[in-house]
């Protein structure tokens, strides 16, 4: 599935809507290059979430935790990983825990990643600074099954 987004609110609106399906334990990773707007996309899930604490970018952090809303948020950007290093996080713990987690940057980690997740792959498009190709990639029948929903 494709969606079309033409300004970063939109980006956000489709992140919102995603979040209101999400269940304990979902994993949805970002792909896209820099300033595609993975974390803007997260801000969206966030808000839809309930979160209201303005979301950072975990650049520096890696992980970022939000407690306050209707599922905890473990937001990951794992971009500073590419040379190695992920297995040192932990992440298992936060894939098999009660939250959703949100990774940016997921190609850097391909052996720390379950067979099953969410893949959601923003684009910029070449000629208009604000209009961005979201693809959604499910990876097994869960995600399968929520990208079905999201459709509708
Ligand atoms: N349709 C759009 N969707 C999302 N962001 C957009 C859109 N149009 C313009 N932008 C701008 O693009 C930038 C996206 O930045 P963002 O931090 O979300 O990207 P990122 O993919 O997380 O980058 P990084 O790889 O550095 O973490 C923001 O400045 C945002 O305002
Ligand atoms: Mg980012």
């Known amino acids: 599935m494709r969606i079309v987004a ?8 489709v992140g919102k809507k995603l979040a209101a399906l999400l269940q304990p334990g979902d994993l949805i990773l970002l792909a896209g290059d820099l300033g595609a707007g993975k974390t803007t996309f ?24 939000y407690k306050e809303g209707r599922l905890p948020l473990y937001h990951m950007d794992v971009y ?7 297995e040192d996080l ?9 939250g959703v987690s949100v990774v ?12 099953e997740y969410l893949e959601i792959r923003l684009n ?18 869960h995600y399968e099954k929520l990208v079905a929903k999201l459709a509708e």
């Open 6 to 13: 033409t300004n970063p609110d939109q980006t956000q609106a």
């Open 80 to 86: 500073r990983l590419e040379d190695g290093g992920a």
């Open 104 to 115: 940016e940057w997921a190609s850097f980690i391909p052996e720390e990643l379950p067979a």
């Open 90 to 98: 932990g992440l298992e713990e936060y894939f098999n825990g009660d």
């Open 124 to 141: 910029k498009d070449e000629t208009d600074d604000n209009k961005r190709y979201i693809d959604f990639n499910a990876q097994g029948k």
């Open 42 to 65: 997260t801000k969206g899930l966030a808000l839809g979430l309930g979160i209201k604490r303005n979301i950072k970018s975990p650049t520096f952090t890696l992980i970022r935790e």
